[in-house]
């Protein structure tokens, strides 16, 4: 009887090892690496199309159609992208096991995160381009990463309370993917009213968050996404590093106020700017490079309203009161592009 009862129990542990192993396991790992290989795409073609058109700007000195191909508009952009996703979440679902599609929102939304990182860099990694080009991108792109994460986290919250298993919320594993979701739900409130209030405490959680996510995912997710952590991880050190590179220090000298206006007048050295650059160019400026906030804090745009014809030695921004103020004879950074 004793033996029976020993190869019985065997017979469970290989029966549990097939369930935990089974296909059904590791089949949404392909719709990532999918919704991975359109964002490169998008990217190439990006990168493509402002290629020929600052060629083609070089050699006629107007603009060109090839422009259009990488500025859809955005609701188109954003709509896209949601299509994509939803096409990606209704093939081959799993209905038989609801925990597979729910799985799959928390992936697409992670493969997403190196997309939405390489949109926010400063200075842009397209040329002829600047930040804010792709920051409203970027902006919805996390935002769809964020329901994304929210929605799987609540899909899971349904799935073990249906299935009487909600201990399992309690396994280190997946309470570490209980405080992501937390985390996703501070951020939403953090979109709108926490950030139309103070933006340096929105962008300084904004920050926070969003290296939280990216390591507690690579420890919740499974199967894992060491793929797309080192990759996500490698475009923030290549971008901190390259904006140390770029970004310059300069010391405000002049600034011209009027009774009565809402604008101030700005000069700073044109030698700062690039030898060309488009109308409408904006620079950013925050706090000093050597400041130990350079990072976590905002830097704030403004756009140049001298051209780059013009011989003057000085650059001129019109910049309105808010309530990041430009003192004179303090140091700030200055970002071109």
């Known amino acids: 009887m004793t033996q029976i009862e020993s190869n019985l129990g065997e017979l469970n542990d290989v029966v549990q090892l097939v369930k935990r192993h089974n296909p059904l396991h590791t089949v949404n790992i392909k719709y990532g690496y999918i919704l991975f290989g359109l964002s490169c795409l998008f990217i190439i073609i990006r990168l493509s199309a402002l290629q020929f058109y600052n060629r083609s700007w070089k050699r006629s000195g107007r603009s060109t159609s090839n422009l259009r191909i990488s500025k859809l508009p955005l609701p188109?952009?954003?709509?896209?992208?949601?299509?994509?996703?939803?096409?990606l979440m209704v093939i081959k679902p799993h209905l038989e096991k609801i925990s597979v599609l729910i799985k799959r929102m928390g992936r697409l939304s992670y493969t997403l995160t190196p997309l939405t990182i390489f949109l926010a860099a400063e200075?842009?990694?397209?040329?002829?381009?600047?930040?804010?080009?792709?920051?409203?991108?970027?902006?919805?792109?996390?935002?769809?990463?964020?329901l994304l994460g929210v929605f799987h986290?609540?899909?899971?919250?349904?799935?073990?309370?249906?299935?009487?298993?909600?201990?399992?919320?309690?396994?280190?594993?997946?309470?570490?993917?209980?405080?992501?979701?937390?985390?996703?739900?501070?951020?939403?409130?953090?979109?709108?009213?926490?950030r139309n209030l103070n933006y340096k405490v929105f962008y300084v959680f904004h920050n926070i968050f969003f290296l939280t996510y990216i390591t507690l995912t690579y420890l919740h997710a499974r199967?894992?996404?060491?793929?797309?952590?080192?990759?996500?991880?490698?475009?923030?050190?290549?971008?901190?590093?390259r904006k140390y590179l770029y970004v310059k220090d300069i010391t405000i000298t002049e600034i011209i106020e009027n009774p009565g206006s809402d604008y101030k007048i700005i000069k700073f050295p044109k030698s700062l700017l690039p030898e060309s650059y488009l109308p409408g160019s904006h620079v950013r400026i925050g706090a000093s490079k050597w400041s130990p906030f350079f990072i976590m804090l905002?830097?704030?745009?403004?756009?140049?309203?001298?051209?780059?014809?013009?011989?003057?030695?000085?650059?001129?921004?019109?910049?309105k009161n808010t309530k990041f103020q430009l003192q004179p004879f303090e140091t700030y950074s200055i970002q071109t592009n």
């Open 298 to 319: 905002p830097s704030h745009p403004y756009t140049v309203a001298t051209t780059f014809e013009n011989r003057d030695l000085l650059a001129t921004l019109i910049v």
């Open 153 to 194: 986290g609540i899909g899971f919250l349904i799935y073990y309370l249906v299935n009487n298993t909600f201990e399992k919320v309690l396994r280190p594993v997946n309470f570490i993917g209980v405080i992501i979701f937390i985390l996703g739900i501070i951020m939403m409130i953090f979109w709108k009213p926490i």
């Open 76 to 87: 188109i952009t954003v709509s896209l992208v949601v299509l994509t996703i939803a096409i």
């Open 223 to 241: 199967p894992g996404v060491s793929l797309f952590y080192f990759i996500s991880i490698g475009l923030l050190f290549a971008q901190y590093i």
């Open 123 to 146: 200075p842009s990694w397209f040329p002829i381009d600047n930040y804010l080009n792709t920051l409203q991108l970027h902006k919805w792109i996390s935002r769809i990463i964020v």
